[in-house]
């Protein structure tokens, strides 16, 4: 069984700081880990995934996340926030073999203070 | 390459009532995925498709919910006898199995009075 952990529905960040949204996840096999932004009444859009290759994986808009198998996290950074980041954020994990289903966490929304 | 494409995008009806949502997958994507998101929550996996074949359904798909994709392409989500706690943003999906990576259209955001 597979799931998804986001700590913090709500994060807030100056612009210019450091953006970090956390992610857990639970995967009885390998996974394949993936970050998705969604912008009020939009579709979800890719930001990165990791699929086994480097640990550190890097995406759209600065945004990097690393892998950690021994805390089965992908947390998602971003050295410094920008007003159009604000958004809200989704983890997902997905089985390594077949991408047949993804379990998503339930999101964590940004906001970027001026 | 126009992206995924779901109609219509807004749909308000009575309770009882049927409702059909279509989507339209990236063309060369041979599979195609259904979700649903509540307000304050990730999205949920309904169905995908391969090509035409249905090969998977979630337990949330109950039996007044059907999804069809005849051709292979694209996709439509209907709704027996509506209830108000459909009421949520259905998403479409369309992928290349290899890659993993799904390219969500924009929703169809569904309310039930």
């Known amino acids: 069984a597979q799931s998804v952990t986001q700590l913090g529905s709500h994060v807030s960040v100056s612009e210019g700081a450091l953006v970090l949204l956390r992610c857990n996840y639970s995967s009885s096999v390998p996974p394949y880990l993936f970050w998705y932004v969604q912008y009020p009444n939009q579709g979800l859009q890719l930001l990165l995934k990791?699929?086994?290759?480097?640990?550190l994986v890097k995406g759209i808009n600065g945004f990097e996340a690393e892998f950690k198998k021994s805390e089965t996290s992908f947390h998602l950074t971003k050295p410094s926030a920008h007003m159009s980041d604000a958004a809200e954020y989704f983890c997902a994990v997905s089985e390594r073999i077949n991408f047949n289903k993804f379990y998503f966490g339930s999101g964590t929304k940004l906001n970027v203070k001026p | 390459d126009t992206g995924v494409s779901q109609d219509p995008r807004h749909k308000i009806t009575k309770r009882g009532q049927n409702v059909t949502f279509r989507c339209d997958p990236i063309?060369?994507?041979?599979?195609l995925y259904w979700y649903r998101q509540t307000l304050g929550q990730g999205p949920e996996f309904l169905t995908y498709?391969?090509?035409?074949?249905?090969?998977?359904k979630s337990r949330l798909l109950s039996d007044r919910f059907s999804a069809e994709r005849p051709k292979g392409s694209f996709s439509t989500l209907e709704i027996q006898r509506t209830e108000q706690g459909d009421s949520a943003m259905y998403l479409c999906?369309?992928?290349?199995?290899?890659?993993?990576?799904?390219?969500f259209g924009p929703g169809t955001r569904l309310l039930v009075l």
């Open positions: 999906a369309s992928s290349i199995p290899e890659t993993g990576t799904q390219y």
């Open positions: 498709f391969q090509n035409e074949a249905q090969l998977e």
């Open positions: 063309s060369e994507h041979n599979r």
């Open positions: 990791y699929t086994s290759a480097a640990t």
